[in-house]
């Protein structure tokens, strides 16, 4: 075989082994792109799911809240009572009431109250979000006027989990005013038996505290919004490879 010959297979094996890398590499590209695509469409899924079980909960018989705690409750059992409506009746711990900081209600910062409520007949306390308190504009440190009645009171809520962390710089210390809240370092500080659940008080305004809850955010939107830039990610590979690998080649060269 002549040396133009075999020059002339070497780049036709080199052509055909670049054939093959950028057509491995596309259908890898795409099999990723649309895996991502299809997994976030999962989650998507999962957390619809979730928010029509939290739904469906609301809608159940109130709990008595004096079965919280006993000898046959547990937190298995506790964790599926979330956002189950539940009564409760119990006595303020006001000396423990924290303020959790930056926290909004219509738009405007301020505190949620938190103030654990130990429960008639019983040693169980429980840790219940009181409402949303405005904040002093120019003294941060000033608590806002909240009244805790004493005695036993009787309230209403929905079992949740802790109030969400926001992101905050070293320890927030050991004051009223918190950035978060964590139950095991309030456990430890109080020596309070605390439930690892928490209730979020509903109803109208009163003691100086708003109770217009947000909705709980699930996020499916910000799931579907990946699964689209996913999945066209992989129709622009698609159509990228398409235009370049088959197209030009088959327009014939201008002379």
Not at 67 to 87: F, K, T, Y
Not at 98 to 127: C, E, H, K, W
Not at 128 to 149: D, I, K, S
Not at 239 to 250: D, N, P, T
């Amino acid at each position: 075989m002549s040396e133009k010959s075999l020059l002339q297979a070497d780049d036709s094996q080199r052509q055909y082994l670049r054939f093959v890398g950028i057509l491995l590499a596309a259908l890898l590209s795409v099999a990723l792109t649309s895996s991502l695509g299809f997994w976030q469409l999962r989650r998507a899924a999962a957390k619809e799911d979730w928010q029509a079980q939290m739904a469906q909960r609301a809608e159940m018989a109130q709990l008595d809240g004096a079965s919280l705690g006993q000898a046959d409750d547990s937190p298995e059992n506790r964790a599926g009572l979330i956002h189950r409506s539940v009564r409760l009746q119990g006595q303020w711990l006001a000396d423990k009431t924290l303020f959790l900081d930056n926290r909004q209600m219509n738009a405007r910062v301020g505190f949620y109250v938190v103030t654990p409520l130990r429960l008639t007949g019983s040693d169980t306390v429980i840790l219940v979000q009181r409402g949303w308190a405005p904040r002093h504009f120019t003294e941060r440190a000033q608590l806002p006027e909240v009244a805790t009645p004493t005695g036993e009171v009787s309230i209403t809520g929905r079992i949740a989990l802790a109030p969400s962390k926001l992101y905050e710089l070293g320890d927030s210390g050991g004051g009223p005013i918190r950035q978060n809240l964590d139950l095991a370092a309030m456990r430890a500080e109080t020596g309070l038996p605390l439930l690892e659940v928490t209730v979020v008080q509903t109803g109208a305004a009163s003691e100086g505290l708003l109770r217009e809850w947000p909705q709980p955010a699930t996020g499916v939107e910000k799931h579907y919004g990946y699964a689209f830039q996913w999945f066209g990610l992989s129709a622009l590979i698609t159509l990228l490879y398409v235009w370049f690998q088959i197209v030009r080649r088959k327009k014939p060269s201008s002379r």
